[in-house]
């Protein structure tokens, strides 16, 4: 069984006194118990600055709120001029971090390779990677869909020893920052894909790993994602910058989810 995932992704946007400000909205709202009751998961993958912030807010609040971060450097320390670390993650109880987001690899030119070696290293110190793989609207429209996802998919995956729980997140980088996400029908044929991809690198485990959507998500079209087969949560930008918003994503999924 797969618990759904619901993570909201600030990119980089929120100082630590605005992300303050979120949690004291949303922590009132409906997601918090519906995440305490073990309907959802629900995390904030946020900018590093706020992520001691948001741990001693949660922690005070004892909420069930899980934190990532949105990048993480392989090597445990030393001369890396603006990394960070796994274990500087972990001392804030970091539970997520982002992997090979499409803006990390386009702007900052990430390869495959080097978000294996994120990915590996914080698997290794007992984080969650939440690895993104995507395509661009020329590659759809060139029918290479499939073909791309695989790439991306096994040359992310290389230091992954396939029992360390890992997360995938499709996120076609044509829908990222629209509000117009994929189609229900898109969504299923590429987590579909990426569940048989996964299948074929590590067996029946790959029905245990959660796949979730990214990309234009909002309120009003994450009910058509979430009854996809093989989407299990949602990586969510823009719509989770507004608590009040993404409340409402949450609970859209929860009243999914009951139903099912
Ligand atoms: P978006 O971003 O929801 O603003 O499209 C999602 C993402 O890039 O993770």
Redesign the pocket.
């Known amino acids: 069984m797969r618990k759904t995932l619901l993570a909201a992704?600030w990119?980089m946007n929120k100082t630590a006194a605005e992300a303050e400000a979120w949690l004291e909205a949303f922590y009132p709202l409906e997601a918090e118990k519906a995440a305490a009751d073990g309907l959802v998961e629900v995390a904030v993958c946020a900018p590093f600055t706020a992520l001691y912030p948001l741990h001693r807010g949660l922690k005070k609040k004892n909420s069930v709120v899980e934190l990532g971060a949105q990048n993480i450097f392989w090597q445990e320390r030393g001369a890396f001029t603006g990394e960070i670390s796994a274990e500087m993650l972990l001392e804030f109880q970091t539970k997520y971090v982002?992997c090979g987001?499409?803006?990390r690899r386009v702007l900052m030119q990430e390869s495959s390779e080097t978000v294996s070696r994120k990915c590996g290293a914080a698997a290794k110190a007992g984080m969650v990677p939440i690895i993104?793989v995507g395509e661009s609207i020329s590659v759809r429209r060139g029918g290479l869909l499939k073909q791309w996802l695989e790439a991306q998919l096994y040359e992310s995956l290389t230091f992954w020893d396939n029992q360390q729980e890992i997360v995938l997140?499709y996120?076609p980088v044509w829908?990222?920052?629209?509000k117009s996400?994929a189609t229900t029908e898109d969504a299923q044929e590429a987590c579909g894909y990426i569940r048989q991809i996964l299948r074929e690198r590590a067996g029946d485990l790959a029905d245990d790993i959660r796949i979730l959507y990214?990309?234009?998500?909002?309120p009003e079209n994450i009910g058509g994602l979430l009854i996809c087969d093989d989407v299990d949560g949602a990586?969510?930008?823009?719509?989770?910058l507004d608590p009040v918003g993404f409340d409402k994503i949450v609970m859209a999924a929860v009243q999914l989810k009951t139903k099912k």
């Open positions: 992704n990119k982002i987001h499409s803006e993104c997140a996120e829908a990222i920052g629209t996400a990214g990309g234009g998500v909002t990586l969510v930008g823009g719509s989770s």
